[in-house]
């Protein structure tokens, strides 16, 4: 069994690293490039300043997630230019190398933007996969082989992709044992969910999360299947009014 955690939280150094140097436990952090640049993650920040978003996303934030990815980073850059990131809650890239200078530490992949990967174009998949992995040798002077898929989205050109950027593996969020029939491009793993309770985590621990919960979400999520968004919204960049108020001290 293996230990994994997501979007190099600023916490990870206080409540988990002293864990994992005590007990000696092998953990692998999937880290988002462009978040740890900025020092704050834009689902986060899209959401406190929902109200400084241009319409429609304004009135209905979630549609940034079914949007084309040129169009979620038209949006999110924009606010970022009008609402700076304030205190940092993401690991720094002297933080990123420190852990993985640590023998438990394993340092991996998560993209560069956090992106929704259905939502990429081709091109923006290699962009995702190689400026992240080459980003993260830089600053650990250590090789990148694995990749975990944003919030679990992936389709069927994400395998062939990272084989072509150098990955080794890559890891969904599908909750079942590892099997000699899985794919490595496609690895399960089970999830534990900081608000759940000890009997659901366990639950998810040990893949044992309801079948109906995992069939849901797997299709809501389009796993293994070329994106069916509505249209991305009908949305293009160009379409998307971002004529709003600047945000006011």
């Known amino acids: 069994m293996g230990l994994s955690l997501d979007d190099a939280c600023k916490r990870n150094l206080t409540e988990v690293i ?4 005590e007990w000696d436990l092998p953990i692998t952090l999937f880290v988002a490039t462009a978040e740890v640049l900025r020092g704050t993650f834009w689902f986060s920040h899209v959401l406190r ?3 400084y978003l241009p319409e429609p996303f304004r009135t209905d934030v979630r549609q940034l997630w079914r949007v084309s990815d040129s169009t979620r980073r038209s949006v999110v850059d924009d606010l970022f230019r009008r609402v700076p990131p304030g205190e940092r809650d ?40 190689n400026e992240s992995k ?15 898929y944003p919030n679990g989205y992936f389709d069927e050109r994400a395998g062939r992709l990272l084989a072509e950027a150098g990955y080794s593996l890559a890891f969904t969020t599908e909750a079942h044992a590892i099997t000699l029939r899985d794919d490595r491009y496609y690895m399960p793993r089970c999830s534990l969910m900081d608000d759940g309770s000890l009997c659901e985590n366990l639950c998810h621990a040990l893949g044992l999360w309801p079948s109906p919960v995992l069939a849901a979400r797997r299709k809501r999520s389009c796993m293994r299947a070329k994106p069916r968004y509505p249209d991305n919204c009908g949305l293009t960049p160009s379409q998307v009014n971002f004529d709003e108020p600047e945000l006011k001290a």
């Open 49 to 51: 300043y929902a109200a």
């Open 90 to 129: 993401v690991m720094s890239v002297e933080d990123i190398a420190h852990v993985s200078s640590l023998p438990q530490v394993t340092i991996a992949s998560h993209t560069v933007t956090h992106a929704i990967l259905p939502t990429c174009t081709e091109s923006e998949l290699r962009q995702e996969f």
């Open 18 to 21: 002293p864990v994992v140097r």
């Open 134 to 148: 080459r980003d993260l040798e830089q600053w650990t002077g250590r090789k990148v082989r694995a990749l975990a």
